[in-house]
């Protein structure tokens, strides 16, 4: 027996999913639009289990957000903020080292790397970062810098993007994660992050990093100003880029956390934007191998339920994240191993450890002291 749509305009789209076609901008707004997410959901189900089967991802990852000092200033973010204030921070190089020592013994396979736009750190900084933990963490695949800090990193050093990523890599850079890229649409950008790099200059840099043969995520803030419409075109370019270069391994849409920003008088967003985020994604991006429900940003409550909405990633152990926690998130900074392999088992999804660039899965057991 097939299943009833309750809004119609869904039953077009449900045989393009079925048949495998690709959707349309247009296709994408109705998905956004329509009041049947139970729906949306079953459509982004049946790509999610066409793709992935039962199995769910998730790393063993620790975050490290080495300073929240930046020379921007957006509306949306409650972590960046000037060298003047009391809250600022710059983590020492030794620090860092010594924080990611803590977890030697945890079987970590990837340190993310994330901050604030630095005025006065030089570029050395960064590769001397990745070289130490490189030197300390051979089999640690290092994820790190943002499409915005990398074109930031590029001015400091004085050298093109390209010869900036490779100068990168050879100290230990493995791939980049997704952020920055918040919404496309200039009509927003102008509101909430006018200084910020903008959307073809965020292309641009993946665009690149991907011609290196390396990878990176992608993501989309969402729950602020912006519009069905708008995000359903940041769905498309995404989608476009990867048709061209192949180098995007996972999406993460990234849910809006108003508080201790200058948008605080927005509401953080429903688990019903949340869910629909994922679905809508899981069926824009066809091209995406990886949908990715962040915990720490919708809690683990809805990304368990995410699991059945598209999403077939569950981010991993995380371990001391700053930025969403800034903005008011009161989910934990750390879950463990075994925490994340009950909830997706609780989900009735198969939990499997995979590495950063999925070339290395292990089916999980819950176990003592993992």
Known sequence: MLFKFEDP????????????????????????????????GYLANIVRERQ????????????????NICVNSCQFC?????????????????????DAEQYRGGNVSEFHIVGGLHPDLPFQYYTDMLAGLKQRFPKVHIQAFT????????????????DTLLALREAGLGSVPGGGAEIFA????RKICNEKTGADAWLHVHRTVHSLGMRSNATMLYGHLETPEERADH??????????????????????????????FLHTTP??????????????????PH???????????????????????????????KITHAAGAVTDQIFHKNTIIEMIREAGRVPLERDTLYEEFQECMVSAGS
């Open 235 to 264: 769905l498309v370019r995404l989608r476009n880029l990867q048709d061209e270069t192949g180098g995007f391994l996972t999406f993460i849409p990234l849910a809006f956390h108003p508080e201790n920003t200058r948008l605080d």
């Open 52 to 67: 992935h089967g039962n199995r769910t991802y998730f790393i063993h990852n620790r975050h490290i957000n080495h300073t």
């Open 9 to 40: 305009q869904l039953n077009p789209i449900a045989g393009k999913v079925r048949a495998g076609e690709r959707l349309s901008l247009q296709e994408g707004v109705t998905l956004w639009k329509t009041p049947d997410l139970l729906g949306v």
């Open 291 to 321: 949908i990715k429900a962040f915990w720490i940003m919708i809690t683990p409550k809805i990304a368990q339920l995410a699991l059945s909405y598209g999403a077939d990633d569950m981010d991993g152990t995380v371990v001391e994240e």
């Open 147 to 162: 499409a915005v800090e990398l074109e930031y990193l590029a001015q400091i050093a004085g050298m093109p993007l390209v």
């Open 186 to 189: 200039r009509r927003v950008r």
């Open 78 to 98: 409650a972590f960046g903020v000037k060298e003047d204030n009391p809250a600022s921070y710059t983590k020492p190089l030794q620090e860092i080292f010594d």
């Open 271 to 288: 688990g019903q934007l949340d869910l629909r985020a994922l679905a809508v994604s899981r069926l824009m991006l066809d091209n995406f």
